[in-house]
């Protein structure tokens, strides 16, 4: 099957204060069409600086990126912008819900950003918050909401514009077990489809087995790809 993502040879570090922390040293990861790739490794590896690489969202020093036959890094910003409004779904570990808008007004940002019309697009969001559990919950405010409705507000809004690829950051980290598995069969329900991919960062061994493929990463290294011991 053709590789939906292929990230080759990335370099990245950060500099703060003067002070140079290399974190990607030449990574490689490929992610398959059709496939859940999770992400794991121990705070600070450099999970969150991947998948924001592979999102586009951050500028690499070398190595290159292709998602979906596309060149992301060497894309100008306003086309690589416009490519991730269309073709990615974010869920951030911070869930960056914007506090002065509803529950379905924040699920529906991406489809507006996408052209829909605000009635459509509050209708497709209306579904999504129903799918996650939060039907009666649609006109609330964030700040109404604990972390795990929270949380399922932010994955809801990742999968609202029917992307390719969906990445996602600790998705299940403030949910109950039960919560989690519901997210689980949703997200590989709506994202692990043909031409479709769906990366999961997390810490969760519970999620686990709804992965095709595990990939353990140790200071910003891949050291292993596996295939976990069952797929529900
Ligand atoms: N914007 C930034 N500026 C400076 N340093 C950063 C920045 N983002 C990340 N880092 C550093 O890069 C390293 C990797 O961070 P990253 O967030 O990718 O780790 P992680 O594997 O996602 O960890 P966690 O499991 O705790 O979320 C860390 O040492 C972190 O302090
Ligand atoms: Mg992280």
Redesign the pocket.
């Given at each position: 099957m053709a590789d939906l993502v292929q990230a080759r040879g990335v370099v990245k570090s950060?500099t703060?204060g003067g002070v140079v922390?290399p974190?990607l040293r030449g990574t490689d990861l490929a992610v398959a069409e059709g496939e859940l790739l999770m992400l794991v490794?121990p705070?600070?590896?450099?999970?969150?600086?991947?998948l924001s690489v592979i999102a586009g969202t951050l500028d690499l020093e070398g190595g290159e990126v292709t998602v979906l036959g596309t060149r992301l890094d060497t894309l100008a910003p306003a086309a690589r912008t416009r490519f991730r409004c269309r073709n990615l779904g974010f869920v951030f570990?911070a869930f960056n819900l914007i506090p002065a808008l509803t529950v379905v007004e924040n699920i529906a940002i991406p489809a507006l950003l996408n052209g829909l019309r605000p009635a459509e697009a509050q209708a497709k969001a209306r579904v999504l918050a129903e799918r996650v559990g939060l039907g009666h919950r649609s006109d609330h405010l964030p700040t109404q909401l604990s972390g795990g409705q929270q949380q399922r507000v932010a994955i809801a809004r990742a999968l609202v514009h029917d992307p390719a690829l969906v990445v996602c950051d600790e998705p299940t980290s403030t949910l109950d077990h039960h919560t989690g598995d519901d997210i689980m069969a949703l997200l590989r329900e709506v994202a692990v489809r043909p031409g479709r991919a769906l990366v999961v960062?997390t810490?969760d061994s519970r999620i686990f087995p709804y992965a095709d493929r595990i990939a353990r990463m140790d200071d910003g290294i891949i050291t292993g790809v596996e295939t976990p011991p069952r797929t529900p």
């Open positions: 950060f703060t922390t974190v490794g705070s600070g590896c450099g999970k969150t600086t991947l570990q960062v810490h």
